[in-house]
């Protein structure tokens, strides 16, 4: 057994589903990391207000992009002074726009962000993990994997090649007791979708059969199941969270 605290860390905690995701395992008795881009006053009152509940949080300015800044953390945070039991894929971006029309560097963006960078996580993660033979990961994906969605090719491409990680790694990993999930949300209710026009999110609404958007305490409440003992025989799985979008 390890001396050293059991450590859930989660990307892009500052907001939105990570913010609930960093709570809900927070308050379920993690030590949670989390990364942010810009948000540092978001972050600083994740942790003041955890802390209220004897919870702790610890938020760290890390671009997901930033592949040597990310192997130092590891390095410099992880490694040896923390036993990494989770780890929550969930930074992510959008840069919608039709394909004819997209800008390299909005394909590079998004594929780097929610791709290549989950890439990187996981094997600095797995290294770990393989030595303490458990783990959990969890990768954010999204319902237009499943689907496809005009105007969005990029993200599509990053988040169907989340899901193609996620079961590859999970073949890879699972003699070391590591399990590795996807979550595909459906529309939840954050800054990412607050920018999509009235109308193109009452027409959305419309295809939803459980009639309502989602809530991130509707992802952070999956990913609570898929790192507790309940689900340690649950791996290379997609779980879907889309109020019966797609079907
Ligand atoms: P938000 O835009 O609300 O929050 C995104 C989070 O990611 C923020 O904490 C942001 O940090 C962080 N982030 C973005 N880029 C980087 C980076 N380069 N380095 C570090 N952190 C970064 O998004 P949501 O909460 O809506 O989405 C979370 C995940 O769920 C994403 O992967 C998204 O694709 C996925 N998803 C969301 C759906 C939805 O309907 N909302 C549906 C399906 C999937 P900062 O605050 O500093 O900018």
């Given at each position: 057994?390890?001396?050293?605290?059991?450590?859930?860390?989660?990307?892009?905690?500052?907001?939105?589903?990570?913010?609930s995701?960093?709570?809900?395992?927070?308050?379920?008795g993690?030590?949670?990391?989390?990364?942010?881009?810009?948000s540092?006053?978001d972050?600083?009152?994740?942790?003041?207000?955890?802390a209220?509940?004897?919870?702790v949080?610890?938020?760290?300015?890390?671009?997901?992009t930033d592949?040597?800044?990310?192997?130092n953390?590891?390095?410099?945070?992880?490694?040896?002074?923390?036993?990494?039991?989770?780890?929550?894929?969930?930074?992510?971006?959008?840069?919608d726009?039709l394909l004819?029309?997209m800008?390299?560097?909005?394909?590079?963006d998004?594929?780097?962000?929610?791709?290549t960078?989950?890439?990187?996580?996981?094997?600095?993660?797995?290294k770990?993990?393989?030595?303490?033979?458990?783990?959990?990961?969890?990768?954010?994906?999204?319902?237009?994997?499943?689907?496809?969605?005009?105007?969005q090719?990029?993200?599509?491409?990053?988040?169907?090649?989340l899901?193609?990680?996620?079961?590859?790694?999970?073949?890879e990993?699972?003699?070391r007791?590591i399990?590795?999930?996807?979550?595909?949300?459906?529309?939840?209710?954050?800054?990412?979708?607050?920018?999509?026009s009235?109308?193109?999110?009452?027409?959305?609404?419309k295809?939803?059969?459980?009639?309502?958007?989602?809530?991130?305490?509707?992802?952070?409440?999956?990913?609570?199941?898929?790192?507790?003992?309940?689900?340690s025989?649950?791996?290379g799985?997609?779980?879907?969270?889309n109020?019966?979008?797609?079907m």
């Amino acid at each position: 057994m390890s001396d050293l605290v059991k450590t859930a860390l989660v990307t892009g905690g500052s907001r939105g589903i990570g913010k609930s995701i960093v709570t809900r395992l927070a308050l379920e008795g993690f030590q949670v990391y989390f990364t942010y881009k810009n948000s540092s006053q978001d972050a600083e009152n994740i942790c003041s207000e955890l802390a209220k509940s004897k919870a702790v949080a610890k938020g760290f300015k890390l671009d997901s992009t930033d592949i040597t800044a990310v192997k130092n953390f590891f390095k410099d945070e992880i490694k040896d002074k923390v036993e990494l039991s989770v780890l929550v894929n969930n930074a992510g971006i959008t840069r919608d726009g039709l394909l004819i029309r997209m800008k390299d560097e909005n394909w590079t963006d998004v594929i780097n962000t929610n791709l290549t960078s989950p890439f990187f996580f996981t094997q600095e993660a797995v290294k770990l993990m393989s030595k303490q033979r458990s783990g959990r990961i969890i990768n954010i994906s999204s319902v237009v994997a499943q689907t496809g969605a005009a105007g969005q090719a990029n993200y599509v491409a990053s988040k169907a090649g989340l899901i193609g990680l996620t079961k590859s790694v999970a073949l890879e990993v699972a003699s070391r007791n590591i399990t590795v999930n996807a979550i595909t949300p459906g529309f939840i209710e954050t800054d990412m979708t607050a920018v999509l026009s009235e109308e193109i999110s009452q027409n959305i609404l419309k295809s939803i059969p459980l009639a309502r958007f989602g809530v991130a305490e509707d992802i952070s409440g999956a990913v609570a199941f898929l790192v507790g003992k309940d689900a340690s025989y649950i791996t290379g799985q997609v779980i879907a969270i889309n109020g019966g979008l797609y079907m």
